[in-house]
């Protein structure tokens, strides 16, 4: 029986993201709209961002802590309950088993129905550690985070295994699931907007006519104007 403790940190979402804002840009309007119908969601960041500028003059340590607030600045504005930061280096990720278990640990923590991440099998082009984070994942899904004898020492720690039963991957080439964000755009908008280092200034602009023109295109065969586009993976055992 779920103590007091566990039953109020069960999400019904967990979206694990390689840097601070790929989640903005990847799912925030989903996870705006799934707040708004009381889904509980819970934000794993793996890295710290530390290389993401090109301002010669900002030190890495520095960059992590306004990354670091930055993130929990546009986790607090959608709504999210959580925001957990594994700390790795920016982009030194590796599928490793340390990697994957602390996956695993925090799949078994907060025990989603769903986890959304990126999509490890974009082609040619992509950002090592979002198609490291996406395959860890996956893995971490099925079978790492349901089978009991998998890192046993999380059970001594009364991490009792879970269950996953959908993965949502975003950036992915082969969508097969949208979500409606016509009523939420402009809340991931200003979302994003909080990633200052990353997004400040006269870049904005064409930022949000890309995201726009983007949603636009997933929205292309549905009846409303606004979409994400997820490849959309089911886990029946």
């Known amino acids: 029986m779920q103590n007091e403790n566990e039953q109020n940190r069960k999400m019904d979402i967990m979206v694990i993201s390689p840097h601070p804002d790929d989640s903005e840009f990847g799912v925030a309007g989903s996870v705006a709209r799934w707040v708004k119908e009381g889904k509980k969601i819970a934000y794993v960041i793996c890295t710290n961002g530390d290389k993401g500028t090109s301002d010669p003059n900002v030190k890495p340590e520095a960059l992590t802590k306004t990354r670091m607030k930055e993130q929990e600045a546009a986790a607090k504005l959608l709504g999210v309950r959580e925001v957990v930061f594994l700390g790795y280096e920016d982009q030194t990720l590796e599928d490793t088993p340390g990697f994957r278990k602390d996956i695993v640990r925090w799949i078994r923590t907060f025990k989603p129905d769903m986890l959304v991440t990126a999509d490890p099998y974009r082609r040619y082009i992509w950002h090592r550690d ?51 964000i016509s009523t939420t755009f402009e809340t991931k908008l200003a979302a994003l907007r909080c990633h200052e280092s990353q997004v400040g200034g006269h870049h904005f602009p064409a930022i949000e006519q890309w995201l726009r023109q983007r949603a636009e295109d997933a929205a292309a065969d549905q009846d409303y104007e606004l979409a994400e586009a997820f490849h959309l993976v089911e886990i029946p055992w």
Request: aromatic fraction near 12%; proline fraction near 8%; charge should be negative.
């Open 130 to 180: 979002h198609r490291i984070t996406g395959q860890v994942v996956l893995d971490a899904a099925f079978p790492y985070a349901r089978d009991h004898l998998s890192y046993p020492e999380l059970l001594e720690e009364g991490l009792q295994p879970h269950k996953v039963k959908e993965i949502l991957l975003w950036a992915s080439e082969e969508p097969n699931y949208y979500s409606n």
